[in-house]
């Protein structure tokens, strides 16, 4: 049975994994990527495959999901979200998270053909279910936080603009304030050099929020 063969293979088949990863250009050892999604992965493949075996068919859609479906709330698609999601800290991109599933699929087959296991195509056809599954889940998870990433350094890289324009803003203003309460205080000509400090300000000031409205409007224009 392919259950018992995950099984008793289980750290023969994240060895052969963790070999591929270290071979895979661009790629270099990660044992906490591997701790992170596959052995996790490989356990909840086996139990799919003993439900099966057990002749409880619609029991393994708890643990797999049912096919084509979103898996995200079943264990393996909880499992694949959390590997797509440590991929995603770690730096790795999409392509190298389809390879990770791709390499547990390889090393299983292999080691199926060199201990020369007889399997059943329903067994393969589990396999294959898993797989598919898992891949969307971790795909989407994958895209899922690197969007809010994307969105979050967006939001932050907003908010450093905004509060570097309202410093300005503030500057300006509280110049111009000193340089008008100076010449009412005093009651200076506002030709002399008050004024001149005053008019500099002013003239700061409008062309601060003219920039600042060409910058909405250039940021809004359509694509």
Known sequence: MLHTFLANNRDE??????????QRPGRGPSVLQLEAGVPLFLEQLISTLRIEQK??????????????SNTGDSPIGETAAQHGHELLRLGYTVDQ?????????????????????????????????????AIADAVTEFSCQQDFRMATQHALAEGERIGSFAHELRNLLYTANLAFAAAKAG?????????????RSLAGLEKLIDHSIEDARVTSAPK
């Open 97 to 133: 998270v389809v390879h990770d599933y791709g390499d547990l699929c390889q090393a299983i087959t292999d080691l199926a053909r060199e201990r020369d296991a007889p399997f059943s195509i329903d067994e393969f056809c589990t396999l294959d279910h898993c797989l598919d599954n």
């Open 55 to 68: 002749d409880r068919p619609a029991d393994s859609v708890i643990v797999l999901g049912a096919p084509g």
């Open 187 to 199: 009651n200076l000509p506002l030709f002399g050099a008050t004024g001149v400090v005053l008019e």
């Open 13 to 22: 088949l994240i060895s052969r994994c963790r070999t591929k990863i270290v």
